[in-house]
């Protein structure tokens, strides 16, 4: 296949789905170089610019990754992140990944007006606060901040959450199966504390998860996510309208 200079799609976008092509045909590896700029723009006859702006989007979009004096080289696969309501660790383990947790803070706090208002809560009722680090095969992934009503979990605080399940802990300790949930996720950026925990550059991009879940019409949890939109992806299936 070559670029169409008669096509009304953008040159550097045909090179992109040139190159994606070129992959899959070539059978590319993770962490495999592609052609240099040069190479492509002569290949496709090409302006050098053209090249890079292919070059620049696919690294944006987490397909490649460049190597300063070395060159561009094919990403991993992002994540694909289903939109159930299951938790991180079986997400994880159901796409071939070791999920791991890493404990911030665990704190018993008065929910906060706006948190204790999306939890049905009174004002100031204690809540377990809960911040995790939240890692595959032992790379960050996510910065994940729970609230859970003390009194659905006396004691929570005394759980090591460390490398362990919050739903499963809620499951097995509490007898609580939620049944229910809703979830809004948005384009954010990471401030410098989840920037440091993530290892990512400042201002780097995330997807913004809220998340309550529910059971037997209680919320049970109110979390917020920080995921790496490097890394992640959604995935939903789509039913047919009723
Ligand atoms: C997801 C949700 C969080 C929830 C977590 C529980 O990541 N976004 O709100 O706290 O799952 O995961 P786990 O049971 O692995 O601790």
Not at 85 to 99: H, I, W
Not at 135 to 163: C, F, K, Q, W
């Amino acid at each position: 296949m070559a670029i169409d200079p008669t096509s009304p799609v953008p040159k550097y976008s045909q090179l992109r789905d040139l190159l994606l092509d070129w992959i899959v045909e070539t059978g590319l590896s993770v962490d495999d170089p592609i052609p240099s700029e040069r190479e492509l723009g002569q290949r496709y006859g090409l302006s050098r610019m053209t090249v890079r702006q292919t070059i620049d989007l696919m690294v944006s979009e987490g397909k490649l990754y460049r190597v300063p004096g070395k060159g561009t080289f094919l990403a991993r696969p992002k994540i694909e992140m289903s939109l159930a309501l299951a938790s991180f660790t079986e997400d994880m383990r159901a796409r071939g990944y070791r999920p791991g947790a890493q404990d911030l803070v665990r704190r018993v706090l008065p929910a906060s007006g706006s948190t204790a208002r999306a939890m049905g809560l009174a004002p100031e009722t204690p809540v377990h606060h809960i911040e995790r680090l939240r890692t595959a095969d032992g790379e960050p992934m996510a910065v994940e901040r729970s609230n859970i009503p003390v009194d659905l979990a006396p004691g929570l605080d005394r759980h090591s959450l460390a490398g362990r399940s919050l739903y499963a802990v809620l499951e097995q300790e509490y007898g609580i199966i939620l049944d229910s949930g809703e979830q809004t996720i948005e384009a954010g950026v990471c401030d410098p504390a989840d920037a440091k925990l993530l290892g990512l550059p400042q201002n780097s991009p995330v997807l913004s998860m809220r998340r309550r879940s529910f059971a037997n019409g209680r919320c049970v949890e109110m979390a917020t996510s920080r995921y790496r939109a490097d890394r992640y992806t959604l995935h939903s299936r789509l039913d047919p309208r009723r």
